[in-house]
């Protein structure tokens, strides 16, 4: 009995022996299966690693040479640029097709914009008639400032100081636009409005201090023309932020709208001609002979007279826009001469009054 224990014993280790060796050698075939595994897939993931870094160090060479390539090119073409057709325009530079030559090629960059300030071109004269204005009434101011009496009073000051900022805004405006037009369509729209808003700061800026000096002892009656004007003033912006004012085909819609702001003085103007002290009766003249100008200039501007009548002839001189500007300059100085009339006027009433 204990002879069968004892060998049953022994073949119950000596297979248990041998299950356990072969399960052992197994367990190491597959761990020399799974290391060359590994290391492929170690490799595998190295190279395209390698593959990705090479990828995006040739992306970034190409784009690099792309972008120094089209600075190259639009150096080359903004420094030797030359006036073209109007044909050969984009569309978004196209605003006057009875100025046939002459013309700036878009010029994106703002430094050979402004030098263009310097060269022969359709915008020439637009740039230099609004620049020189803006000038001549900055030295205006400073002028006035320097020389003022001493019984003009802070609100005096005040009075000139914003028909001063109102005018030198608009001309330096109307300057950056035609400098700064031929730029790009998006420099180009954001200047255009620019420019639009500066004729509304400017008629506001006109109003201003003539209906304070028209309406010096009706305080009332100033007050209510004044929040008027700044109404509309609000209205003619808001309009001119709109992208599409700025288009050729809404030209008449903007000349309407400006038109319209500025003969809205009409009221005031006729109510100030029935109450008004003789010794105004100069001023009432002087403006009456700016909004002429103004709307002499604007009928110009928006009929396109003489280019209309001589297409091609006018690319350069005389054209309608530059007309324009020269009698805005004319009749933002006639307004301040009638300004400072009423101001010498009111002046010397309040002392003989003393």
Same mark, same amino acid.
């Given at each position: 009995m204990q002879t069968e224990l004892s060998s049953?014993?022994?073949? #119950?280790? =000596? %297979?248990? @022996?041998?299950?356990?060796?072969? &399960?052992? !050698?197994?367990?190491?075939? =597959?761990?020399?299966?799974?290391?060359?595994?590994?290391? /492929? &897939? !170690? !490799? /595998?993931a190295s190279l395209r690693q390698r593959l990705e870094n090479a990828e995006q160090l040739v992306h970034k060479f190409v784009t690099e040479a792309e972008q120094v390539a089209e600075q190259a090119v639009i150096k080359l073409c903004t420094e030797a640029w030359h006036v073209c057709h109007f044909n050969? #325009?984009?569309?978004? *530079?196209? =605003?006057? =097709?009875?100025? &046939?030559?002459?013309? !700036?090629?878009? *010029?994106?960059?703002?430094?050979?914009?402004?030098?263009?300030i310097f060269r022969l071109h359709t915008e020439t004269g637009n740039i230099w008639t609004h620049g020189l204005g803006a000038v *001549?009434?900055?030295?205006?101011?400073?002028? %006035?400032?320097?020389?003022?009496?001493? &019984?003009?009073? $802070?609100?005096?000051?005040?009075?000139? +100081?914003? $028909?001063?900022c109102g005018a030198i805004t608009c001309l330096s405006f109307s300057t950056v636009f035609h400098t700064c037009s031929c730029h790009s369509r998006e420099v180009s729209k954001f200047c255009s409005k620019l420019d639009y808003c500066g004729i509304s700061i400017q008629i506001i800026g006109s109003m201003i201090p003539a209906l304070y000096y028209g309406f010096y002892d009706n305080h009332a009656m100033y007050l209510t023309y004044i929040t008027f004007g700044v109404i509309l003033c609000i209205i003619s912006i808001v309009i001119s932020l709109w992208d599409k004012f700025g288009e050729p085909k809404f030209r008449p819609l903007r000349t309407a709208v400006f038109l319209a702001f500025g003969l809205s003085n009409v009221i005031p103007g006729i109510h100030w001609f029935i109450v008004l002290d003789s010794h105004l009766f100069s001023s009432f *003249?002087?403006?009456?002979?700016? @909004?002429?100008?103004?709307?002499? @200039? +604007? #009928? #110009? $501007?928006?009929?396109?007279i003489p280019e209309r009548f001589f297409p091609g002839k006018c690319d350069y001189w005389f054209q309608s826009h530059q007309l324009f500007h020269i009698l805005v300059v004319l009749a933002a100085i006639v307004h301040l001469n009638g300004i400072n009339g009423m101001v010498e006027m009111r002046l010397n009433v309040n002392q003989l009054s003393i």
């Open positions: 049953t014993t022994d073949i #119950l280790v =000596d %297979t248990t @022996g041998d299950d356990l060796h072969q &399960h052992m !050698r197994s367990m190491s075939d =597959d761990v020399m299966i799974i290391k060359p595994e590994v290391k /492929t &897939h !170690r !490799r /595998t050969a #325009l984009p569309k978004w *530079l196209q =605003d006057n =097709d009875f100025l &046939h030559r002459g013309h !700036r090629p878009p *010029l994106p960059s703002f430094w050979v914009c402004f030098k263009s *001549l009434f900055l030295c205006l101011f400073v002028y %006035t400032f320097i020389t003022f009496k001493d &019984h003009y009073t $802070y609100v005096d000051r005040l009075m000139l +100081a914003i $028909y001063f *003249l002087l403006f009456i002979l700016q @909004g002429l100008l103004y709307i002499i @200039g +604007a #009928l #110009l $501007y928006v009929v396109r």
